[in-house]
C-alpha cells in the first residue's frame, strides 16, 4: 500500500563543515558512536530508535547557494531526555548558544546551538516523539 504523503519522514540530515575531521571527531564524541558510513568527504551516523541519519559533508562539496558566512539551514530538534544536560554537553564541548532553553507548552522544551562548523543543532524534550516510540515498541 502507498503512502499518500508526501513527506514520509526524515531520511538524512546532513550538515557541511569546513573541517570535515574535526567535524567527524567533535560529532563521534558527542554521539558516543563512530560514523557507519565513511568515504572522502563524507560520514555518516545512525541516531537513536529510528537510526535516523546525520551526514558529514566536507563543504568543498556544498552546493554554491548554501554558502554562507553565519549559521544557516533549517532547525532540525532531535528528541533527547534532558534538554539542560544536553545543552550543557553541546556547550561544554564548544558549540555556541542559538537559541536559550524554551518552554513550549504540553511538555515540549527546546533550545539550539550552533556546532564549531557553522551549523545550527537543535535539541527538544518532545512527548510525541515518546508516545510514538511506545506504540512502536509494543508492537
Do not use: C
Amino acid at each position: 500500500m502507498a503512502n499518500s504523503q508526501t513527506l514520509q519522514g526524515m531520511a538524512t540530515m546532513s550538515f557541511f563543515a569546513a573541517d570535515h575531521e574535526a567535524a567527524k571527531k567533535w560529532y563521534s564524541e558527542l554521539l558516543g558512536i563512530a560514523p557507519y558510513f565513511e568515504v572522502p568527504g563524507y560520514v555518516e551516523f545512525r541516531i537513536g530508535e529510528y537510526q535516523h541519519e546525520l551526514g558529514l559533508i566536507d563543504s568543498k562539496y556544498a552546493p554554491k547557494a548554501a554558502t554562507n558566512n553565519g549559521p544557516g539551514g533549517a532547525v532540525i530538534y532531535w528528541h533527547v531526555d534532558n534538554v539542560s544536560d544536553t545543552l550543557k554537553k553541546l556547550t561544554d564541548m564548544g558549540a555556541t548558544l542559538f537559541e536559550e532553553i524554551t518552554e513550549r507548552g504540553h511538555g515540549f522544551v527546546t533550545a539550539s546551538v550552533v556546532d564549531p562548523f557553522g551549523n545550527i543543532l537543535g535539541i527538544m524534550y518532545n512527548p510525541h516523539y515518546l508516545d510514538i516510540l511506545a506504540v512502536r515498541n509494543k508492537a
